[in-house]
């Protein structure tokens, strides 16, 4: 069965520092991908998504993600944090087969420090 | 252009109850997705429409969940009885495509 897993609860950082958020993926073929962010009392919004292509793809706000196919991974990134990107990130997956069928990790929780 | 609308925000009922929820999807969206998101999971998908039919309800607790979108526009997701297990946030989400998914901001649901 297809499943994400985003193995950090929690990351908390310094106000400037970079940040990088784990994202592993269990399927057979190379899903679609995306990256949500979630701020308090707000749905989701979309960062970044990789179908195909270029395995380094560039989002929203300044943040990045790598696909690394041997490690079946999807790691989000940002060189500099600010305060508002205190929030919580879920990575999902898409499975490209008939209806799409979204699968979101458990999310990661972040803090920053001023 | 408008968002995903949803209402109410917030509701409080008792176990045993019943509760309805409305979403409004964005304009021209033919796909419809309902998640449950309990507190400290990500979302779980229970239901997706593709105009006003079903093409996914595999986690859909079906003996007290019903959901159903109307004329392939508004869709209503009901829970009768609750548990309070169920105290969650709905989400739904509307899209053109597999592209994209746009999130309504959500109804917190307690059950006491």
């Known amino acids: 069965a297809q499943s994400v897993t985003q193995p950090d609860i929690h990351i908390t950082v310094s106000e400037g520092a970079s940040l990088e958020l784990r994202c592993n993926y269990s399927y057979g073929a190379t899903p679609y991908l995306f990256w949500y962010v979630q701020s308090p009392g707000q749905g989701l919004q979309l960062l970044l998504k990789?179908?195909?292509?270029?395995?380094l793809v560039q989002g929203i706000k300044g943040f990045e993600a790598e696909f690394k196919r041997s490690q079946s991974s999807f790691n989000l990134r940002k060189p500099s944090v600010h305060w508002s990107d205190a929030a919580e990130y879920f990575c999902a997956v898409a499975t490209p087969s008939g209806t799409y069928k979204y699968i979101f990790g458990t999310g990661t929780r972040l803090k920053v420090l001023a | 252009e408008a968002g995903v609308a949803q209402s109410p925000r917030y509701k409080i009922i008792e176990k045993r109850q019943s509760v309805a929820f409305w979403c409004n999807p964005i304009s021209g969206h033919a796909t419809l997705y309902w998640y449950q998101q309990i507190l400290g999971q990500g979302p779980k998908l229970l239901i997706q429409f593709q105009n006003n039919g079903v093409v996914d309800d595999s986690q859909l607790p079906k003996d007290r969940f019903s959901a159903e979108r109307l004329k392939g526009v508004d869709s209503t997701l009901k829970i009768q009885p609750a548990k309070l297990e169920d105290s969650a946030v709905y989400l739904c989400a509307s899209s053109l495509d597999f592209n994209e998914q746009f999130f309504g901001p959500g109804t917190r649901l307690t059950v006491l």
């Open positions: 990789y179908f195909s292509g270029d395995t």
